[in-house]
């Protein structure tokens, strides 16, 4: 049975990846599928964009256009209520409240949310605390969400600051810890929702609009860059190696099988 770890690191630009000085990019691109080109939707906000990464669809069919959540007046399930009716277990883990919405009440097993101002460095301690969740419960999916390089990087210093650097790299030592502790037994996907420029996002921009995306796995090749990805496309893409039947609404497409 196939088991997925979906991490997403909030406002990560392509670039700013590749400018953090992280040394462990280097393997996560020879280990994985992966793009520096992805397309976010617009508007490039933090909860509209997750809703389409779970929903698989814009923000024009899900009516979130900002941080305020709205039920959609034509319900549509997402990737948690897919799972759920499958019998799998999920978790999640967040340091910002309302990213709580992308999911039903009762479509998870655990969460745990840790305000990302509470503490210095929340992002490690969610990972810390999901790493511990896997190890006990084996749960067949886990969402990591780190806001930090959003808020502490983007919003109070700037994108491409050096503080926003630093964040970026700080996560990327997570994700690093992620794959060396659960990747045997998980496949991990790697993402951001949105990039930003100055201390703002939510424009159609290249800077707010290009994500990065990795995706590290059997049913992935390695050191393999793709092109003409979105972020619509990572549930179907989940759901296809989870082998659980997607939604009918959705509308991205499986990245597995545009690899074989």
């Known amino acids: 049975m196939e088991k997925v770890i979906l991490i997403s690191i909030d406002g990560m630009r392509p670039d700013g990846l590749k400018k953090c000085g992280n040394a462990y990019l280097n393997t996560l691109i020879k280990k994985s599928t992966h793009t520096f080109c992805a397309r976010t939707v617009f508007p490039s906000i933090t909860l509209p964009c997750h809703l389409s990464l779970f929903h698989s669809v814009p923000p024009e069919r899900h009516c979130t256009f900002d941080n305020t959540y709205i039920p959609p007046v034509h319900p549509i399930n997402s990737l948690f209520d897919q799972l759920n009716a499958a019998g799998k277990r999920c978790a999640m883990y967040y340091g910002w409240e309302p990213i709580i919405n992308v999911r039903k009440p009762g479509t998870l097993y655990a969460s745990e949310y840790i305000h ?21 419960a084996k749960p067949d999916f886990v969402f990591l969400y780190m806001v930090e390089t959003d808020e502490k990087g983007g919003h109070d210093n700037g994108w491409m600051s050096d503080a926003y650097l630093e964040y970026i790299s700080r996560a990327i030592d997570n994700v690093k810890r992620v794959i060396e502790e659960a990747g045997d037994e998980y496949t991990v996907i790697v993402t951001a929702d949105h990039g930003g ?51 009918r609404e959705w509308e991205g497409k499986s990245l597995v099988k545009q690899l074989h």
Not at 224 to 243: C, F, H, Q, R
């Open 197 to 247: 420029h100055d201390r703002s996002h939510g424009t159609d921009a290249d800077e707010d609009m290009t994500i990065p995306m990795f995706f590290v796995g059997k049913n992935f090749k390695e050191n393999n860059e793709i092109e003409g990805v979105s972020i619509l496309d990572i549930t179907p893409t989940i759901a296809d190696v989870m082998k659980i039947a997607p939604a």
């Open 116 to 136: 990302s101002y509470s503490f210095d460095h929340t992002d490690d301690m969610l990972t810390e605390r999901a790493l511990e969740y896997i190890k006990i």
